[in-house]
């Protein structure tokens, strides 16, 4: 039923050589993107904003069968953050509708994909809808063994941390945890991300170059890709563009080459 990945390029009528000019050998581990610019994709068009954002639901698929198809392990995609609700009602109401529509036409494939889908934020404060959704995916992807693919949603990197923190200190508190124990790697397991290794390459698109509180914590060493184009447009073309400039890098992490 799945293609192998030369065939879905092909049959996409896409760039086939373009795939075969990835290394898989080096590809990162972990992908986090900040899907920016439905608004001004939809703008462009004479269409309401909300068009730009179905637009964009219809990426997401085509990125997680890309990054499936390649190898890519983990992706981390920022579907709404805190500082969202800040819109204008019916647009946040659109956004809290989406992961049902997304998840009603897509469960099966990700499950025949063998994915298992995280969620990352706070889904405790989604509206009921929203959060049924969240509860019957996880449980439907929990035996995922392939990729995993994790949505931000009512994330807030900020809000990550401080919840860390939070959790640490209760410990503490309860004399479970004495301060010298508190090394990255334990911090790391009371992040929203435990579990799941820090992001290789961040790639935001619509030509924002800032990470707007996304995985303040664990993007501290990835490499960063920004692109002028609009999520809606962004697609398997984007994501091989930036997969070729980031196998171009040479990844330090702070030492000598
Ligand atoms: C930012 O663009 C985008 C968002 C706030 C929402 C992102 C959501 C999706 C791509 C769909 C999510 C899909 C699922 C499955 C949950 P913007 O509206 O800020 O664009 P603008 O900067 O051009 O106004």
Request: net charge positive.
């Amino acid at each position: 039923m799945l293609q192998p990945l030369s065939r879905w390029f092909r049959r996409s009528g896409t760039d086939s050589a373009g795939a075969e000019t990835i290394d898989r050998a080096s590809l990162p581990r972990h992908i986090a993107i900040i899907m920016d610019g439905n608004g001004r994709w939809a703008n462009r068009r004479g269409l309401p904003r909300v068009a730009g954002h179905r637009a964009g639901m219809t990426q997401v698929r085509e990125v997680i069968r890309a990054c499936d198809e390649l190898g890519i392990r983990y992706l981390t995609l920022y579907a709404f953050s805190t500082e969202n609700w800040k819109r204008p009602r019916p647009e946040v109401e659109y956004l809290m509708r989406l992961p049902e529509e997304f998840f009603r036409t897509e469960i099966d494939e990700l499950v025949a994909r063998r994915v298992q889908v995280r969620f990352i934020g706070d889904v405790d404060r989604l509206p009921d809808h929203t959060r049924r959704v969240v509860d019957e995916t996880l449980r439907r992807t929990a035996g995922g063994d392939g990729m995993v693919v994790c949505f931000a949603l009512n994330y807030g990197g900020r809000a990550d941390i401080l919840e860390a923190v939070r959790g640490l200190m209760r410990e503490a508190a309860e004399g479970r945890l004495s301060p010298d124990a508190v090394t990255e790697a334990v911090f790391d397991g009371y992040l929203s991300t435990a579990g799941i290794p820090d992001p290789d390459l961040v790639i935001r698109t619509s030509g924002e170059r800032r990470l707007s509180n996304f995985l303040l914590w664990q993007s501290a060493y990835a490499e960063l890709w920004f692109t002028d184009v609009l999520w809606p447009d962004f697609g398997r073309e984007g994501l091989l563009e930036a997969l070729r400039d980031y196998q171009r890098r040479q990844r330090r992490f702070g030492g000598l080459k």
